[in-house]
């Protein structure tokens, strides 16, 4: 009996030296998972940009510190209406909310991949009252008797990420999750650009409105006058009917733009969140040409276009898929452990004797799939190749974006110097015109013909007025509108 002692003693060395071993096969499989990642390293998609853009206005030359204001860009434009308009979009727009509401999904899937990096561990309570059987084989003293088992177990999962597949899923989620955060900013951005457009619209609308209503006033009293000379006998019916013609045709223009404006402010009504029954904005004429806008340079573009970022964090996360499927050749190593109290009685549950405990280690591999890991493997090479494509277009058409706009810009500034010009011509001869049907040296016919060139001149101005105001807003777009890809948070 004096050898039990050193008996136990020997057992409970024995387990501790297994215990031990246990320990140092998981700090060894930790290292080995700090070394082992299966895919290749993320590098970002080289691409060509130009060293300058082809169409430089000459009405501003880019400095290296230019840049649209961060955030409230729509600010360059001086304009309190737009302002507080825009300032609704980010409270209001049920489309940007539901941007946002993807992105928080997204980050949310960020930490449920994360959680695969920590062990499972799960709790419970057991009590099982049992009655042994009196004939069953071997019944010892015993045997037909109830016996109650009393167990607390806690058990402990985590499956070993030697070959980096749970870290490459995190990596993919965290780069889907930034490119879903890129996604709400340019959503943002094409909101915002698009209330500007509308509103610059219907400001445009405002000045063609403006001007028919002052030349529909002078329409007014060229058609008293006719009616006065025709009263005196100076001029014939036909010069009253073709003022009144005259008259008539342009309160129908005037008419015909109400039906546009209504449709641009029940959209900028939309755009904020509102309905359009609740949406009335004065009547103010668009006057101010577009403020100058830096372009900057083309590499800019890469962070400062959200749309590329997302681009861009979608390779990422196609690379890392590559790294998850290329995983899945290698074994799955699994550790476990459990430990517990187990008693037949709740007075004794808690005394060492009840403490149980194993620990454990497994590692499967797939013998034999059909070519399924193979598939698969070629499938993630194929969408990273297609998101490394798609990225790259995403470039160009950006670059395409701004050269089409700075173009639109310089032409239409040029267009617009001409057409005032012709605008002055025009009205000279309206002048001339009238002044020679006053003095019965001309009919009237030759002044409703200065007076529909002088009109369609007038209104041309407007519209190129307003075309470069849109040309201006979607340059801003085209450049980024002041967003840095610096934005993107870092998950």
Not at 345 to 365: C, F, K, M, N, R
Not at 381 to 389: H, K, N, P, T
Not at 428 to 452: C, R
Request: hydrophobic share 45%; proline share 5%.
């Amino acid at each position: 009996m004096r050898h039990v002692p050193m008996m136990r003693l020997l057992r409970s060395r024995h387990r501790a030296t297994e215990a031990a071993l246990f320990a140092a096969a998981l700090l060894c499989l930790a290292g080995c998972a700090v070394g082992c990642t299966a895919g290749p390293r993320y590098v970002r998609p080289t691409i060509d940009v130009p060293t300058q853009y082809k169409e430089m206005g000459p009405w501003k030359t880019a400095e290296p510190s230019d840049a649209i204001q961060k955030g409230k860009w729509w600010e360059i434009y001086q304009d309190p209406e737009l302002n507080a308009l825009e300032e609704q979009i980010d409270v209001s727009n049920l489309t940007l909310k539901a941007a946002e509401d993807q992105f928080l999904q997204a980050r949310a899937a960020v930490r449920i991949s994360r959680s695969a990096q920590y062990p499972t561990v799960t709790g419970g309570l057991s009590v099982s009252p049992a009655r042994v059987s009196a004939n069953r084989p071997l019944a010892n003293k015993t045997s037909g008797t109830y016996n109650t088992d009393l167990v607390i177990p806690v058990d402990v999962s985590y499956e070993a990420d030697v070959w980096g597949r749970v870290r490459r899923t995190v990596e993919a989620s965290r780069a889907e999750a930034q490119a879903s955060a890129a996604d709400v900013a340019s959503v943002g951005l094409s909101l915002h650009a698009e209330l500007a457009l509308d509103y610059f619209q219907l400001r445009g609308l405002d000045a063609q409105l403006d001007l028919l209503n002052s030349t529909i006033a002078a329409f007014e009293k060229a058609l008293e006058l006719t009616q006065n000379r025709h009263n005196a006998g100076l001029s014939s019916a036909l010069d009253v009917t073709q003022a009144q013609t005259q008259l008539e045709t342009t309160r129908a223009q005037a008419q015909d733009l109400g039906v546009a404006r209504a449709a641009f402010e029940h959209a900028i009504a939309v755009l904020i969140g509102k309905a359009p029954s609740g949406m009335s904005l004065p009547l103010v004429p668009l006057k101010i040409p577009p403020p100058a806008i830096p372009a900057g340079l083309p590499s800019d573009l890469l962070e400062r276009r959200p749309d590329i970022a997302s681009s861009e964090r979608r390779v990422q996360e196609a690379n890392a898929r590559i790294g998850v499927a290329r995983a899945a050749y290698y074994p799955l190593v699994t550790l476990t452990g459990a430990a517990g109290l187990e008693s037949t009685a709740i007075g004794t549950l808690v005394q060492g004797p009840s403490i149980l405990w194993s620990l454990g280690a497994s590692a499967a591999q797939i013998l034999f799939d059909a070519g399924r890991r193979h598939a698969i493997s070629e499938q993630a090479w194929a969408a990273y190749d297609q998101s490394v494509a798609s990225y790259r277009q995403t470039v160009l058409n950006a670059l395409e974006d701004v050269e089409d706009n700075l173009a639109a810009l310089r032409v239409l500034e040029g267009e617009a110097k001409t057409q005032a010009l012709a605008v002055d011509a025009a009205e000279h001869s309206l002048s001339l015109s009238t002044t020679l049907y006053k003095g019965g040296l001309t009919n009237y016919l030759q002044v409703i013909t200065a007076q529909s060139t002088a009109l369609t001149n007038e209104r041309t101005a407007v519209d190129l007025l307003t075309r470069r105001m849109q040309a201006s807003v979607l340059l801003v777009k085209a450049i980024g509108g002041g967003w840095m890809v610096s934005q993107i948070p870092k998950m």
